[in-house]
């Protein structure tokens, strides 16, 4: 079975370009969440979807955050401008609803961006 | 609110012995499940382990235990036999439909299994 598969892998770019992350989730989920690690913050939740609506989005920095899913099997997460404090681990993971609190996310691979 | 505390920010163990990693959680909800995962070096978040706030028992996956005590609210995670793959950051999670059914993450702990 196919997990959560995020792009790029890696990403380095310079300060001030605009960063799209991607994410496609296990097929059949319904929930989607982003989330971003850093060795002085941890493990933050930026951003999650039910059902591709929007749930919750308070964990975004700013405005410069943002956050898509058009459909079922597609989530991007955009930074514009893109800082140097922005460097981070950025994971994608995904959840069904179905049996509720049971059910674990699965987490992609991550996107190792690196702001310079 | 929901919380989740993990205490020992690292935890050494020598290879075949037993090591138990502490969390507490923090919920006013009735319904709610604890999951443990594991991230080695190599970046990636494993899921390992799930145990219901209904289950009367503790949950078992090959040598990772789960030492739930509902009054406390402790969900330990109990790993026998300790192996060099071992080492890895693991975090306790948990989740509650009552707050839009989000994950709540632990600060993590560091195992280190010494030969």
Request: net charge negative.
């Amino acid at each position: 079975d196919a997990g959560v598969i995020q792009s790029p892998r890696h990403e380095v770019t310079e300060m001030g370009q605009e960063v799209t992350l991607r994410c496609k989730p296990i097929s059949g989920h319904d929930y989607l969440f982003w989330y971003r690690q850093t060795m002085m913050r941890g493990l933050e939740l930026l951003i999650y979807f039910n059902n591709n609506v929007p749930i919750d989005d308070s964990g975004m920095p700013e405005d410069r955050f943002s956050a898509k899913m058009p459909n079922a099997s597609f989530s991007t997460l955009k930074i514009q401008p893109s800082e140097p404090r922005d460097s981070a681990v950025y994971f994608c993971a995904s959840s069904l609803q179905t049996g509720g609190v049971e059910q674990p996310q699965h987490f992609g691979d991550g996107t190792r961006l690196s702001i310079l | 609110a929901q919380k989740i505390t993990q205490t020992q920010p690292g935890m050494f163990v020598q290879e075949k012995e037993a090591v138990t990693l502490d969390c507490t959680y923090d919920t006013s909800d009735q319904s709610y499940g604890l999951f443990w995962y594991k991230q080695p070096s190599s970046g990636e978040m494993i899921f390992l382990i799930y145990q219901g706030s209904y289950d009367e028992q503790n949950a078992t996956e090959g040598r990772y235990s789960l030492n739930f005590q509902k009054a406390r609210k402790s969900a330990n995670l109990v790993i026998s036999a300790s192996q060099l793959g071992d080492s890895a950051m693991y975090f306790c999670a948990m989740r509650t439909p009552n707050t839009g059914n989000q994950f709540y993450f632990g600060t993590g702990t560091s195992l280190t299994v010494i030969p």
